[in-house]
């Protein structure tokens, strides 16, 4: 039961640093590639900023709905199943790679739920829409963990982790990696991460008020887009396999925050995606054939080795 | 020398054809037409109200006329008459006029009565001239159109009209645009007022380019006092309205990036604006209401520092505003927002008088400043910029390569600054002004920007200002129906539509 609290602690600990870093740069980085002035002009004190913020929302009075509460417990309760390291992780079992993709399932209709609290209908409806292509978005996140699944014949992360011991899925998967950065950067625009409102706030902000459900929100964002980050780690960057003499710990580190920074940049350059046609044209047409051709190549390669032993 | 004497002796051959429209006027609608007098290179023509239908007839099956476009029509009072002006115009031959309908009104008719007399003259006019509908009272198009309604102030930028929309699933099938909020009774504001008290306030009229209004105002009293101004004076003046129209078309990208999304360019846009204010603020010393132009001369000549200061700024401008344009143009993803989106035909442009860029993106070479000769673009070599499908990107390249044509004549301008003495300003209290009406137009970079005054012993009687925004607001009516719900903010930030010209 110690060692089980150690944990949680350890992993809510690691969560709780990241997402403070990862502000400090969202904002860092944001105010830059904006030209503002940002964090500039408080020097040093920048690195308090995302401190007073806290305590600015937790000081602001704000009713907070049920929905905002579930969403917040979810998302952590999905690093409950997420593995950190060998040993890092919380509970323990052989198909833990469905149980992720169910409790972001979970998540992101906790998001439809949460939006249908508003009160303006036009607001709600566009919520819904991006709800939506959101799951349409996670179809070929999905194709390219079956074709993961496939070639490290196991749905348990710690295994998928340990067969990329000597090759990266990277190597094998080029196709599927960039289906699945795509995907991923398409949602965390969808999601609006970097920009200045999150997306459960964005348009009801001003409207509704903005206080300690502001941060609640703006901590389930990050846990999503953590998420995705970590998935992709794990699937395709071999998470925390050690790197010659680099430590595994610090490789899995290292790999989070350039991710993290890739998809940052592709973000800043591109702009706001709000139009769901576009959206829908560039996954219906680039990325879920994308992700297919990939799984087929997989499938008959999997065929070709296993079934018939010909490679 | 020559060229100045030749200039002298003979008319323009603008002025020769304006004078042959006068005649043909003369010829075939003697029995209509109350008076006739050519402004400038404008014509206005006084007419009776039951004559009202017969003359638009006239002049829209005429080919010698072939007028068929309606830019405006508005209501004033002058000399105790209630009178229509009616702003009409021809692209095929190139020239405009003014109806001046006298209304069969006491001079302190009821209100009642004159929008009853109102609402009948459009509908006359409706059956030859399909744009006469935008100018009568449409309040039960408000109520139709009423599944959405975005008032003013929601969206960035566009402050000046609450939009009514009647939507079908995520498609616009109706749209209302109503500028009552916008409108202020400019004939009352600036009636008995001395000339340079409105010259001081008239640039609130366009507030992204405050020099035009000022620069019609000043025309069209040189027109009428038949003055030559220096040509360094011209130059500047052409220097001045070439840099607002930059500023103007900067901020006009800058509305389009932070529609879009692109924020880079939305702050790198802004940065590049400043530029061209700081350029404008250095000759001018005011940046939005510049109170530059004087009748037959300018505030201020410019100086080696000044010069020296626009060939540097213009520079850094041509070689950014390319940077810029890459930027945001280059994204496949920013021109697929763009492409298609409120695609408007040159025949419907027309028909809604619409003018300017949003016209040329359509592919129609209308531009007045090579049309006409106004100041002296004549000297200049440039060219016209020109769409072809009347879509987003086409409004945004056109004002991109205009900016390009800008820059050109500005650097035109002060390498070829003829050394010459700027000559004593006139003094509008020294001359005895009997009752005239003047009429001047000038290409602000929205369209064409037209006043019309009545002036009388140095106080004007009536300002009239006909803006082409009022026409985009018409244009934006036709074109938002059939569109997605989405690109509404888009549509209207791509037909730049400027809140102070629509307070007239």
């Known amino acids: ?311 | 020398m020559a060229k100045e004497l030749y200039d002298g002796i003979y008319s323009s051959h603008k002025t020769v054809f304006i004078e042959k429209i006068e005649k043909n006027l003369g010829f075939y609608l003697k029995d209509h037409i109350l008076e006739i007098k050519k402004l400038g290179q404008e014509l206005l023509c006084a007419i009776r109200l039951s004559d009202l239908d017969d003359v638009c007839q006239e002049l829209n099956k005429n080919p010698e006329f072939d007028i068929n476009i309606l830019n405006s029509v508005s209501h004033y009072k002058s000399r105790n008459k209630h009178c229509l002006l009616i702003d009409l115009s021809s692209v095929s031959n190139n020239f405009s006029m003014l109806l001046k309908v006298v209304m069969p009104l006491p001079g302190d008719a009821e209100t009642s009565q004159i929008m009853q007399l109102f609402e009948s003259s459009i509908s006359v006019l409706k059956k030859t001239f399909e744009a006469a509908e935008f100018f009568s009272e449409r309040k039960n198009l408000q109520e139709d159109s009423s599944d959405i309604i975005i008032q003013a102030q929601q969206i960035d930028g566009l402050d000046c009209f609450d939009l009514y929309l009647s939507t079908e699933e995520d498609m616009i099938k109706k749209a209302f645009i109503d500028t009552g909020i916008a409108r202020v009774s400019s004939k009352e504001l600036h009636k008995n007022t001395v000339l340079p008290d409105v010259l001081s306030c008239i640039s609130r009229y366009d507030h992204s380019a405050g020099l035009f209004p000022e620069l019609c105002i000043c025309l069209s009293f040189e027109e009428l006092m038949q003055l030559k101004v220096p040509r360094r004076v011209q130059y500047i003046r052409m220097l001045l309205s070439e840099l607002y129209r930059v500023s103007s078309h900067l901020y006009f990208v800058s509305r389009i990036a932070k529609i879009i999304g692109a924020e880079l360019v939305y702050n790198l846009v802004l940065l590049e604006r400043e530029r061209a204010l700081r350029l404008i603020e250095l000759i001018t010393g005011s940046r939005i209401s510049p109170n530059f132009i004087r009748i037959g001369g300018v505030k201020n000549d410019l100086n080696a520092d000044k010069i020296k200061a626009a060939r540097e700024t213009i520079e850094i401008l041509y070689r950014k505003v390319r940077n810029i344009e890459a930027l945001l143009l280059d994204n496949s993803v920013i021109s697929a927002k763009l492409k298609n989106r409120g695609s408007v035909d040159r025949e419907t442009a027309l028909l809604c008088g619409v003018t300017g860029p949003n016209l040329r993106a359509c592919g129609a070479r209308y531009d007045i400043r090579k049309n006409r000769n106004l100041l002296l673009y004549k000297d200049m070599s440039f060219i016209i910029a020109l769409g072809k499908y009347g879509d987003c990107l086409d409004r945004v390249l056109v004002r991109f390569r205009e900016i390009y044509q800008s820059i050109k004549i500005i650097d035109q301008a002060v390498n070829d600054l003829p050394e010459e003495h700027i000559k004593k300003l006139i003094n509008l209290s020294d001359l005895a002004i009997p009752f005239t009406e003047m009429i001047s137009s000038v290409e602000c970079p929205h369209g064409v920007f037209k006043i019309f005054m009545e002036i009388q012993d140095e106080l004007i009687q009536n300002i009239i200002v006909l803006s082409p925004s009022k026409n985009s607001v018409y244009l934006a009516e036709r074109i938002l129906p059939d569109s997605r719900f989405e690109d509404v903010e888009l549509i209207l930030a791509s037909l730049d539509i400027n809140s102070g010209e629509l307070i007239s």
């Open chain 1, 1 to 311: 039961m110690l060692i089980i609290f150690k944990k949680v602690i350890y992993i809510y600990l690691i969560l709780g640093l990241n997402i403070y870093f990862c502000s400090y740069f969202l904002s860092k980085i944001s105010a830059r590639t904006e030209l503002r002035r940002g964090y500039v002009a408080a020097r040093a004190g920048g690195f308090g900023r995302p401190f007073a913020s806290i305590f600015k929302y937790m000081s602001k009075e704000h009713r907070l709905s049920v929905w905002e509460m579930l969403l917040f417990f979810f998302s952590f309760f999905i690093w409950t199943v997420i593995p950190f390291s060998q040993s890092l992780i919380i509970i323990k079992f052989d198909f833990d790679i469905i149980a992720v993709i169910l409790f972001y399932l979970v998540l992101v209709f906790l998001i439809i739920i949460n939006a249908c609290s508003s009160s303006y209908g036009f607001i709600y409806n566009n919520f819904s829409r991006k709800i939506l292509m959101m799951f349409t978005f996670f179809i070929p996140l999905l194709f390219c963990i079956a074709s993961i699944v496939l070639i490290s014949r196991t749905l348990n992360l710690k295994e998928i982790v340990g067969s990329q011991y000597q090759y990266w899925n990277i190597i094998f998967q080029p196709l599927g990696f960039i289906a699945a950065v795509t995907s991923v950067v398409m949602q965390l625009k969808m999601l609006g991460l970097t920009g200045k409102n999150p997306i459960l706030y964005s348009e009801t902000a001003e409207k509704e008020g903005a206080g300690f459900g502001r941060l609640v929100n703006r901590t389930a964002e990050y846990s999503i887009m953590f998420f995705l980050i970590v998935i992709i780690v794990l699937l395709y960057l071999a998470g925390w396999e050690r790197f010659f003499l680099i430590n595994g710990n610090v490789m899995f580190g290292i790999k989070f925050y350039v991710v993290f920074f890739l998809l940052l940049f592709i973000d800043k350059a591109t702009p706001k995606l709000n139009d769901f046609y576009y959206l829908k044209s560039v996954n219906f047409k680039f990325v879920i054939p994308i992700s297919v051709i990939n799984f087929l190549l997989t499938m008959v390669f999997f065929i070709l080795r296993n079934i018939y032993n010909l490679i």
